[in-house]
């Protein structure tokens, strides 16, 4: 796993969204990666929302991902309170 960054408008929030992740521990088919998220209302616009993520993901005999569990906690803003962020997340694929 590389690090990431994407810019890609989030269904929840209708604005901007970056993310930065870094893969920290791999063992056989499972890895965990850590990051951060952070969602605003345009590209350059103020962070309304800021979440850390922890990701377990598990993949197949192929080197795909069979599924993935994250963990996310929200970030208090200096001035604003943020939205709070559910966890955990699981997705089976």
């Not at 269904?11 to 088919?29: L, Q, S, W």
Request: one cysteine or more; aromatic letters at 8%; a positive charge.
């Amino acid at each position: 796993m590389a690090p990431t960054a994407g810019s890609t408008p989030p269904r929840a929030t209708g604005g901007h969204y970056e993310a930065a992740y870094r893969t920290v521990a791999v063992d056989g088919d499972v890895a965990v990666a850590t990051g951060i998220k952070r969602y605003g209302g345009r590209p350059g616009g103020p962070v309304v929302r800021k979440c850390r993520s922890c990701f377990v993901i598990r993949f197949d005999a192929e080197g795909r991902c069979r599924s993935f569990t994250e963990w996310y906690i929200a970030r208090p803003l200096p001035e604003r309170r943020s939205r709070s962020c559910r966890s955990p997340r699981r997705a089976s694929l």
